[in-house]
């Protein structure tokens, strides 16, 4: 740890948390009373601030709106049933923040001020971390250029931001999925396993047009041949196939998920055969013929664990076992929820606690 980071702290006359119904928190829709604010300029960060959230002024001309130099992070706290508030193995996203800024040319941030300005804006909205199974205060840490530059050229300012959103479950319903075959999501020597704003633009109209067919998601597959499975969504993809955890091993295409390591440790630690490969689309659709799929699910912050509940390809829909007697993703559900809400000793030392 370096010195406590100096935060110039200016709180709302008007908490909006009496009128919030913690009954009904659509995904990413209520911001919680204050945001974290801080400046990149002359090579350096400063300026840093927690600010009640609202609109901020920025020129029209900055290089993240016509060039996307522009990417996030997305984490979890949680608060237990004795009333702490912990935030969900942050310093993995700390690490992984940085390694999205260098692909794209942005200044890195030191991962102790990272934390810190997490740690204090979650502090000063503790009161909005939903008491609450299956919920949580989704954070959202997010960077961009703010250069009035409209040359193709890295900035050389930026804005680090910090939002809080409570939030209750993303998906209510087993989800239908379809294989993509021909869009891509990321190719080899993009940015797929940098957290980069455009990626997401990007898989707006594949998954669009999932949507209008009546699927939930997709599964990308790589950009070459599409034979080999890759992401489902936003979120990484796992497989119980023949008592097997299988999932795709990361690569420049791949985002190497918190979840996704989260589930590959507990699996270890409970003696389960893992493997880290390709996957190919044809193992999969064997399996599901077979009945040797045993498990599929997606695996993010956001979606926690996202039971697939048919697979389709090429025209063909393939249905798996009902989730709720899948052995695997059940028995991960219930430790992640046991670890996150402090139910059981954090013996991984995942959980960050607020003070
Ligand atoms: C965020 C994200 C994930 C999941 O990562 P977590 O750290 O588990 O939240 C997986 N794939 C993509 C493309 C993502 O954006």
């Given at each position: 740890?370096?010195?406590?980071?100096?935060?110039?702290?200016?709180?709302?006359?008007?908490?909006?948390?009496?009128?919030?119904?913690?009954?009904?928190l659509?995904?990413?829709?209520?911001f919680?009373d204050?945001?974290?604010?801080?400046?990149?300029?002359?090579?350096?960060?400063?300026?840093?601030?927690?600010?009640?959230?609202?609109?901020?002024?920025?020129?029209?001309?900055?290089?993240?709106?016509?060039y996307?130099?522009?990417?996030?992070?997305?984490?979890k706290?949680?608060?237990?049933?004795?009333g702490q508030?912990?935030?969900?193995?942050?310093?993995?996203?700390?690490?992984?923040?940085?390694?999205s800024?260098?692909?794209?040319?942005?200044?890195?941030?030191?991962?102790?001020?990272?934390?810190?300005?997490?740690?204090?804006?979650?502090?000063?909205?503790?009161?909005?971390?939903?008491?609450?199974?299956?919920?949580?205060?989704?954070?959202?840490?997010?960077?961009?250029?703010?250069?009035?530059?409209?040359?193709?050229?890295?900035?050389?300012?930026?804005?680090f931001?910090?939002?809080?959103?409570p939030?209750?479950?993303?998906?209510?319903?087993?989800l239908?999925?379809?294989?993509e075959?021909?869009?891509?999501?990321?190719?080899?020597?993009?940015?797929?396993?940098?957290?980069s704003?455009?990626?997401?633009?990007?898989?707006?109209?594949?998954?669009?047009?999932?949507?209008?067919e009546?699927?939930?998601?997709?599964?990308?597959?790589d950009?070459?041949?599409?034979e080999?499975?890759?992401?489902?969504?936003?979120?990484?993809v796992?497989?119980v196939?023949?008592?097997?955890?299988?999932?795709?091993?990361?690569?420049?295409?791949?985002?190497?998920?918190?979840?996704r390591?989260?589930?590959?440790t507990?699996?270890?630690?409970?003696?389960?055969?893992?493997?880290?490969?390709?996957?190919?689309?044809a193992?999969?659709?064997?399996?599901?013929?077979?009945?040797?799929?045993?498990?599929?699910?997606?695996?993010?912050?956001?979606?926690?664990?996202?039971?697939?509940?048919?697979?389709?390809?090429?025209?063909?829909?393939?249905?798996?076992?009902?989730p709720?007697?899948r052995?695997?993703?059940?028995?991960?559900?219930?430790?992640?929820?046991?670890?996150?809400y402090?139910?059981?000793?954090?013996?991984?030392?995942w959980n960050?606690?607020?003070?």
């Amino acid at each position: 740890m370096t010195e406590t980071l100096d935060i110039k702290i200016t709180k709302t006359t008007h908490s909006r948390l009496q009128e919030t119904d913690f009954n009904n928190l659509p995904f990413g829709k209520i911001f919680s009373d204050h945001m974290f604010v801080a400046d990149y300029a002359d090579g350096e960060w400063k300026n840093f601030q927690i600010v009640p959230y609202g609109d901020i002024s920025l020129s029209p001309a900055i290089s993240s709106l016509h060039y996307g130099q522009s990417f996030f992070e997305g984490i979890k706290a949680y608060k237990h049933d004795d009333g702490q508030v912990t935030v969900f193995r942050p310093e993995k996203n700390a690490a992984r923040f940085n390694k999205s800024a260098e692909r794209l040319c942005m200044p890195t941030l030191p991962e102790d001020i990272f934390l810190q300005s997490i740690a204090a804006v979650v502090d000063i909205d503790r009161d909005w971390v939903p008491a609450k199974a299956n919920h949580a205060l989704y954070i959202r840490p997010f960077m961009f250029a703010t250069d009035p530059f409209l040359g193709v050229a890295p900035s050389g300012t930026y804005k680090f931001m910090v939002l809080l959103c409570p939030v209750g479950p993303y998906f209510s319903k087993t989800l239908r999925v379809k294989i993509e075959t021909y869009y891509t999501r990321s190719a080899e020597g993009g940015m797929g396993f940098a957290k980069s704003s455009g990626n997401y633009g990007g898989s707006m109209l594949p998954a669009k047009k999932a949507t209008e067919e009546g699927f939930d998601q997709l599964i990308w597959t790589d950009a070459k041949n599409h034979e080999y499975v890759e992401e489902m969504g936003a979120a990484n993809v796992m497989f119980v196939l023949d008592g097997k955890l299988i999932t795709p091993s990361t690569r420049d295409t791949i985002l190497d998920g918190v979840t996704r390591d989260t589930v590959l440790t507990l699996a270890r630690e409970w003696g389960m055969p893992v493997e880290e490969r390709r996957v190919s689309v044809a193992e999969i659709i064997e399996g599901a013929k077979t009945g040797k799929l045993q498990d599929a699910f997606g695996a993010g912050t956001a979606a926690t664990i996202a039971a697939v509940g048919s697979i389709s390809h090429n025209g063909e829909e393939y249905f798996l076992a009902d989730p709720k007697t899948r052995e695997f993703s059940q028995k991960v559900l219930v430790e992640l929820d046991n670890i996150k809400y402090g139910r059981v000793t954090d013996t991984h030392n995942w959980n960050y606690p607020v003070l």
